[in-house]
């Protein structure tokens, strides 16, 4: 048998989903992250579940891993020191970047500017100089390559970037520049911005190869001990890592181009919430992954998920392909206060984390957060992960009521402004990946999951419009599920800057083609067979003169058939849909790119057994709740014994082994064939 684990490591608890392929079975641990070192919490949680699966860690074949290491060390500052090499005449390039300051108009005389990743100190020069076609205008100095590197070493860099002028075009002098880097420097890990980001615009590609050096020994050292402690587990299986782009690769290769996992983390879910949409017969989604720490959003449209060319991480925002995830902290652990300057209550984006907690916990947690708050309203249960995890409810109340006293209102009212408010944050981060990218969020449904999603889904509905609200099955791991039935994906890119009147469809295609054997070369090297390998093409246009491109993906069949002038209809479509008009300027070609991908999973999900449409069987207990300004009669039912075909009518609570889900006072649940709760309005 074929065992694949997926395992999603978040702010406060590690998700294990372990899957074996034929049959489809498949179990699913959580257990509390260890922030210290994560892969202290993912063994503990391989072991664990490999116990109740009744197999040792030898017998899976392939883990597959979303990780927020690289994004921790972005938003830390705790990135390598990284040396730069430039072109003569470009040493302040990652101090001049860019000319745009975020906020109003004032906004540069109050906005702290972050420091870049490779400081001034460390970057040095070089003469040599390529033509915008890639010709070698002046060639390198080795003497003055050395010498500058010899500084770089006296300097302690830990990681070594060069960008040098129309490399893209031509990597010849970076080459050079690496080989001459390997004698000097060997321990220290080179990249090379014509290998990271083949593409125009000097700042962006210097400033994504630098984020990728300052990431690479941080990733590296947790990569190299994540698979020496699988090892001693006795796991020989593959090691693969989810991209920001919701694809897979090799650990080796993450090592080489962490870039790429900057947003490894949230698209897990993305990639679940596909599998869910696919079974369920749903395909217009907007995700809300709710964790401890945070929540991310992301849109389905048709089944395919938005990406996007960068990748934002805090300050940072770099040119490398992702799901389009906007993140806001509002999650579990957010704590609660109420500042004495204003007197008004506000929610995050400070979190209680995993150590110590929420208070409800009884780790030693001692401020009020909205798990707190769920808990003294009753929307969550006194236990969790299936009764092994209690809940101080008494601890809970005290901390709110702190809340309570400095607003001057009753506990649950305090509670309750504590929930409003969490929400509110939430729905303004849908609202970024819907309603301001052109999307009305009343053609959607809404998928909560991750530890507290179902808990806060029913509620955001309702201030969305977006129904049916969808608690899918196991929505507390959903993301390591993600993890374990995406497929592999990589991509390769080239600046192709013409009129499309300068061109033609051969020479195009030509260059496509060329590429798309690129990648799937790399693919059949981390072992995908060559005939479960698919491929299709971005191209990025824009119109003449303008400073930005649209990114428009087009599979091989479809641009020999249609050639360049479906290009051009796409492109006017898409760009009356973003921005509302159309030019009439010469269209341009900027980037193309090639992404070849691996067969993807067929994991159908079990059928629930057909019931009566009653409940009954599954319901635990009465219960009571606080909803609306008052106390309210519910009932609590156990999701393992509901039945396809079940209603429940709200207010109600299901419970399960990694979540809770609530059903609101005017709201009915449906249990659909595969267990998925669609919750609407009565």
Known sequence: MTYRLGVDVGGTFTDLLLLEEKSGAFWRHKTPSTPADSSVGILNGVTAICEKAGITPADVEVLLHGTTVATNAVLEGKGARVGLIATTGYRQIMQIARSYVPGGLAGWIIWPKPEPLAALIDTFE????????????????????????????????????????????????????????????????????????????EYERTLTTVANAAVRPVVGRYLRSLRAKLCESGMA??????????????????????????????????????????????????????????????????????????????????????????????????????????????????????????????????????????????????????????????????????????????????????????????????????????????DFALMGFGGAGPLHVNAVARLMGSWPAVSPVSPGVLCALGDATTRTRTETARSFSKRFADTGEAEVIAILEEMREQVEAQLVADGVPAAEISSLFEIDVRYE?????????????????????????????????????????????????????????????AELPRGDG???????????????GEVRQAVIYDRAKLEQGDVIVGPAIVIEMDSTTLIENGCIATVDRVGNILINLA
């Open 237 to 442: 299986g593959r090691l693969s890592l989810l991209r920001s782009d919701g694809g897979l690769m090799s650990s080796e290769m993450s090592e080489q181009h962490p870039v790429s996992l900057l947003m490894s983390g949230p698209a897990g879910g993305v990639t679940g919430a596909l599998w869910v949409g696919k079974n369920a017969g749903i395909r217009n989604i907007l995700t809300l992954d709710v964790g401890g720490t945070s929540t991310d959003v992301a849109l389905i449209e048709n089944l395919e998920a938005r990406r996007v060319r960068t990748t934002d991480v805090g300050h940072l925002s770099v040119r490398a392909s992702a799901l389009d995830v906007k993140t806001v902290g509002a999650g579990g652990g957010s704590i609660a206060y109420v500042p004495e300057l204003t007197g008004a209550l506000r929610v995050g984006p400070q979190s209680a984390g995993a150590v110590p907690g929420p208070v409800a916990y009884g780790k030693g947690g001692t401020v009020p957060t909205v798990t707190d708050a769920n808990v003294v309203l009753g929307y969550l249960p006194e236990a969790l992960l299936g009764g092994t995890f209690k809940l101080d409810r008494e601890g809970a109340k005290a901390a709110v009521q702190t809340i309570a006293d400095a607003l001057g209102i009753g506990l649950f009212e305090a509670a309750r402004g504590i929930i409003d408010i969490v929400n509110e944050n939430m729905f303004g981060a849908l609202r970024m990946i819907s309603v301001q990218q052109g999307y009305d969020p009343r």
């Open 545 to 605: 003169g303008q400073a930005f491109e649209v990114p428009l993906a087009i599979d091989p069949e479809t641009l020999r058939r249609d050639g360049l002038a479906g290009v051009i209809a796409r492109f006017d479509e898409e760009h009356k849909r973003l921005f509302t008009f159309n030019m009439e300027s010469p269209h341009e070609l900027v980037n193309l790119r090639a992404v070849a991908m691996g067969e993807p999973l067929d994991l159908p999900a």
């Open 126 to 201: 070089i003469a040599g100089r390529l033509d915008a076609r890639g010709g070698e205008i002046a060639p390198t100095d080795d003497a003055e390559i050395r010498a500058q590197l010899e500084k770089l070493k006296a300097n302690g860099v830990e990681a070594l970037t060069v960008s040098l002028m129309n490399a893209y075009l031509n990597g010849a002098h970076e080459r050079r520049v690496a080989e001459l880097a390997a004698e000097i420097m060997p321990d220290i890990p080179v990249s090379l911005s014509h290998e990271v980001l083949p593409e125009m615009q």
């Open 614 to 628: 009653d409940p009954v069987k599954a319901k635990l207990r009465d219960h009571e709740m606080w909803l609306d």
